[in-house]
């Protein structure tokens, strides 16, 4: 189906997810100041709307606003879509965008009151990870470059570029729930360190099939030199963390360092989930899969080379 570019849509799903990328910093700072039962009741603050902003309450309600005015955009955001946008898949992804933020604020109110069990904080980061993608996507196929005739290029390798990348973002996903176990208490560090080396692999090899296969494609060069610097950053900004977490152990409190470090890297993990997620859906939409080929030779086309 042909699409209406929608430049005010487009924009503002842009700004939706810059929002989003301040949700995930005060989320990952209610964790790294030990704040999270900083206030012990939910939706309000200690009954109100305006608490004294004071200690980890400061961080804990700032969190809680922050969510709830994303909440209120992304509704704005699938009411958008359902009203302006002719694609059926866009306007489900808004509202599945919607059902995210709301379980994702459930999953938060369910974190405070029951005293952060039942591995309720996990299923909340991996979940804002989720919520974070589908915005992202959101942008990315709103722009104008996704509505343009793009050329199709085709796919000579194996397996199919469009596993490879799939499983890019499954892994990176992979180590997304180990960190974030680890930083809940709910795992040791072992699989979030494990997990790394075996993260940064499979980027790579992403990266060098990417490489091999489109190398004079612009958006898959792009691609590849994003995913390629974010991994390596994040795996530095992950040994930075480490070193001081170690350092502070006997600390009485988290430090401003070890504060910093703990929530870049994961805001750059989000990121970097976030781009391996756009990396698939530039796959789905430059490079037709097997069976379209099939079906568009069948009918005498070529695919663009």
Known sequence: MKATYHPGIHRYAVFVVCWTVGLLTAGALVTSEDAALAVPDW?????????????GIAFEHSHRLIAA????LVILLAFLLWRKDERPGVRWLGAFAVVGVCLQGGLGGL?????????LPVMHACTAEIVFAMLVSIAVVTSRWWMENLPQYEDRGTPPIHTIVTLNAFVIFAQILAGAGFRHKYLSLKPHVYGAPIVLLVVVWTVMVLRRRFPQVREMVRARVLLHTIVGI????????????????DDP???PFTVISTV?????????????????????R????NREVLL?????EVPAQ
Do not use: D, E
């Open 286 to 289: 430059l490079v037709p899969r």
């Open 111 to 119: 974190t405070v009151l029951k005293l952060l069990h039942y591995w």
């Open 264 to 284: 870049a890297h994961t805001v750059v993990g989000a990121i970097l989930f976030a781009t391996s997620i756009v990396t698939v859906l530039l796959c789905y």
């Open 253 to 255: 409190q988290p430090m």
């Open 296 to 300: 568009a030779t069948t009918r005498g």
């Open 234 to 249: 994040q795996i530095l900004l992950g040994l930075t963390a480490l070193w001081a977490r170690i350092q502070g152990a």
């Open 43 to 55: 939706p309000l603050s200690y009954g109100t709307l305006n608490p004294p902003m004071v200690g």
């Open 69 to 72: 005015a994303l909440g209120l």
